[in-house]
């Protein structure tokens, strides 16, 4: 099972905290931005609402396997 995690170019964002206030589940996506760190948190429903909703296209999806079952 490959998962996706939300990773952010933190170079071109600009703090207007968008990604977080359309996160259905408050995680604080804004943060993970100014911090250049990937959104890894395993409540990350991976909907793609902070991509999608970024006025700047600060975010992308990006395949893991971190979430993974190991074999």
Known sequence: MT????????????QCGICSFNCPIGIDVRRHAWL???????????????VAR???GVLRFEHTDLF???K
């Open 68 to 70: 993974s079952e190991p």
């Open 54 to 56: 970024c006025p700047r």
């Open 36 to 50: 250049g760190q990937a959104v890894i948190n395993s409540r990350c429903l991976t909907c793609g609402e902070c």
């Open 3 to 14: 998962a996706g995690q939300v990773v952010p170019d933190s170079v071109r964002c600009v």
